[in-house]
């Protein structure tokens, strides 16, 4: 059974960085499609950043392109997302998902259906 773990979240002020870390154990990530999703106050759980478990091909949504980077050390067993210029509407839970790798184009992934989730970890950008 594939576990996942969110770590990373805090405070940052507007402009500033966080890398968020997507642990797994139970099995290798080898051959899933990891995504990070999120979810502010009032509003659906959204995705916005995806890799696939067969090329490492990338998705961004378009509000988090250019400034978040999504990677994946397979080693580690771990997915990361690097966040920069962050901005108070960035403010929101991150979730990573994973799903096995059925090779469809990799913003299907971020669409959400994933059978596999950590609990969150708590994002919050000061203006």
């Known amino acids: 059974q594939l576990r996942l773990m969110e770590s990373g979240g805090g405070l940052v002020q507007t402009g500033g960085s966080l890398r968020l870390s997507c642990a797994a154990s139970?099995?290798?990530?080898?051959?899933?499609?990891v995504g990070w999703f999120r979810q502010a106050p009032g509003k659906e759980r959204e995705g916005i950043s995806c890799?696939?478990?067969?090329?490492?091909?990338?998705y961004y949504e378009g509000s988090v392109k250019g400034r978040f980077t999504i990677s994946r050390d397979n080693a580690k067993n771990t997915v990361y997302l690097q966040m920069n210029m962050l901005k108070p509407e960035d403010t929101a839970v991150y979730y990573c998902?994973?799903?096995?790798?059925?090779?469809?184009?990799?913003?299907?992934?971020?669409?959400?259906?994933?059978?596999?989730w950590g609990k969150g970890t708590l994002v919050t950008v000061s203006s």
């Open positions: 998902g994973a799903v096995e790798d059925i090779r469809v184009p990799v913003m299907a992934y971020c669409q959400g259906g994933m059978p596999y």
């Open positions: 139970g099995s290798s990530l080898d051959y899933y499609a």
């Open positions: 890799i696939s478990g067969s090329d490492d091909s990338t």
